[in-house]
């Protein structure tokens, strides 16, 4: 539950994520602060601050996610944010973020596919710290991941509105929380300003998620013209299958004043002129399509 220990850190603002297209989700996902805030240390407190302590968590966060160590990644890139910079270094903080929050989307993104032997872990920092993910199911865990990893690219593209990997990686996210129109918007805005060397992987991305797209289309006008179709087992459709007695419903019941245009009618008795006549015929002979 990530609601256990989202308040027991003093340094913790973390807020209920309640976009209304996210209530499928069935956990949330915290911030445990601003992530994308510069953290300002005075010179005379600078030992083990500044960017050469980020850049050696950074280091690691690298070395982790090449050996597929996905949780030690997405944890050494978190302490790299939380590194606090002087004021000579503010300056270039936020390009400098902006790389650390993409390079913790990309870890998010492989632990959300992470499958076989891989261990997952409770993350004790990042957006999903206090979360408890090593116990949930693998879809939850999944979506868990890949939330956290769209989280991180809009703080990456906030620093860094060009950042095509940011981009790329949002495009990822997006569709694996089953946001296909979204998802193929980031990926048509990650290869328009694409690099070379990136237009093949981004293009495949666009490619299937514009073939998901037309594939779902299509799947709904089947279903729209499958439920015009009469139910089977009742043969052509006719005016037949409307009851157009007492009760009639559809259109024709609707022309002929529906149930109130039947109220008295059909095998009662109805008076006229103090006598009793007896009503048996319809008032309209139907003749169904088939036997005509």
């Given amino acids: 539950d990530?609601?256990?220990?989202s308040n027991s850190s003093a340094d913790s603002s973390a807020a209920q994520d309640t976009d209304a297209e996210d209530e499928f989700m069935l956990f949330e996902v915290k911030e445990t602060f601003d992530r994308t805030s510069v953290n300002h240390v005075s010179d005379e407190a600078s030992k083990g601050t500044g960017t050469k302590a980020q850049d050696a968590w950074k280091k690691r966060g690298n070395d982790a996610y090449k050996n597929k160590d996905w949780n030690q990644a997405v944890a050494c890139y978190s302490r790299a944010l939380d590194v606090p910079v002087t004021e000579e270094e503010l300056l270039t903080e936020g390009p400098r973020r902006a790389v650390l929050h993409s390079n913790r989307a990309a870890a998010y993104l492989a632990r959300s596919r992470a499958s076989g032997n891989f261990e997952f872990?409770?993350?004790e920092f990042g957006h999903l710290?206090?979360?408890?993910?090593?116990?949930?199911e693998g879809g939850e865990r999944a979506k868990m991941n890949c939330k956290a990893a769209a989280m991180d690219c809009d703080q990456a593209l906030d620093l860094q509105s060009g950042m095509v990997k940011a981009r790329y990686r949002k495009a990822q996210a997006l569709e694996g929380l089953g946001r296909r129109d979204q998802a193929l918007e980031a990926a048509k805005s990650a290869l328009n300003a694409a690099p070379a060397a990136m237009e093949r992987e981004i293009s495949a991305l666009v490619k299937r998620l514009e073939a998901a797209a037309l594939a779902a289309g299509k799947k709904e006008e089947e279903q729209e013209a499958a439920s015009v179709v009469a139910p089977a087992g009742k043969g052509k459709a006719s005016l037949a299958d409307e009851d157009i007695g007492p009760g009639a419903g559809g259109l024709l019941g609707s022309i002929m004043g529906g149930e109130d245009r039947w109220a008295g009618l059909?095998?009662?008795?109805?008076?006229?002129?103090?006598?009793?006549?007896?009503h048996k015929a319809p008032l309209i002979e139907v003749i169904s399509s088939e036997d005509s």
Avoid: K, L, Q
């Fill in 2 to 5: 990530c609601n256990s220990r």
């Fill in 121 to 123: 872990e409770d993350d």
């Fill in 129 to 136: 710290a206090g979360c408890e993910m090593a116990s949930a």
């Fill in 266 to 278: 059909g095998d009662a008795s109805v008076g006229t002129g103090g006598a009793s006549t007896e």
